[in-house]
């Protein structure tokens, strides 16, 4: 879940949206510490546990009903997201604008873990669940990121864009119509995967964008970055380096000067940071990897050779040297005793 403040805009759509449905501001602002007159004032930012709070006062309101995040969702357009958004329709190929949206996301409103990798045809987004204890809330605000993202990419890329592929890791409901609640783009989801996932046909990255604008998306881009040294020092430097090692691609990670280049801070400046909050960039890479390691080792199909790959490591011998360094078992033996339990 990501840490930073954020802008008014998503909660603002939401309370929108319940509105239409009957609901009253007081209602879906109950308890959150907002109100309309904060949330009007573009300069004013929010919790993500704020917005939370707003959500399942809506899901209350609503009885809890299946696909409200779809519905929800499809209404983040790109001018949801304000300069961020004009920065990805300005961008000169879909493929900038992912890379764009890739860096900045923690600017976007979304509350679950969201990665991307290729395979030889398809572009691939995840989205990891967050840790939350009410099942619906989890439920909502997976149905809401991946629509919102499917909604950005479609306005991006056109009215031609269509997905590949839609997996959620929950059960099929068994009421079929809950079942038949949910869709994204048209595309109804294949249930019990290894991930929630988007996947869409990786040839569309190279098409050229109607709208580009170079010196649009410069101002976007410096702009953004500007709102992110703002509201770095208020979550932590170190939890916005977390936020992006868990968003990074597994395989190779990134050295000290690329993330510090990808949080747009200097080299001395984040080594500086950090170690003010106690701590280190390689110490927060451990903790990433060995946590990423634990995820992948829960996963029956995976291999241990393939988990060492998809870390980065050479071999199977040094991820097992280092997994012991870090859990004190090696990968194997910490399997078998999941298992067993």
Known sequence: ?????????SALLMVDFGRE???????LLAGSGLS????????????????????????????????????VGARYHFSTYGLFGYGLISSATVGDALQLALRFL????????????EQPSLGILTFTEPALADDSLRDFVIE????AAAVLLKEIAGSEFSLAGFTLKKKRPVDQAAASAGSILGMRPDYLADSNSLAFDR???SRPLPQANAVTVSMCEQMCAQLMERRVPRAGTANL????????????????PSMASLINLSERTLKRRLHEEGTSYRHLLEQSRSAAALELLGDPTL????????????????????FKRWYGVSPRTYRHASKAT
């Open 1 to 9: 879940m990501l840490e930073l403040l954020r802008g008014p805009a």
């Open 21 to 27: 449905r009957g609901f009253s501001p007081a209602q």
């Open 36 to 71: 309309l007159t904060r949330l009007a004032d573009p300069n004013f930012e929010l919790s993500c546990t704020q917005e939370l709070r707003l959500i399942n006062n809506l899901l209350n309101l609503s009885g809890h009903p299946q696909g409200l995040g779809y519905q």
């Open 106 to 117: 923690p600017l976007t409103y979304a509350v679950t873990r969201i990665a991307y990798h």
């Open 144 to 147: 809401r990121d991946m629509a």
């Open 203 to 205: 040839s569309l990255l």
């Open 241 to 256: 380096v977390r936020q992006y090692l868990n968003i990074t691609p597994l395989g190779a990670p990134p050295d000290l």
């Open 303 to 322: 291999k241990l050779t393939d988990i060492a790959e998809k870390l980065g490591y050479s071999d199977l011998s040094s991820f097992s040297q280092t």
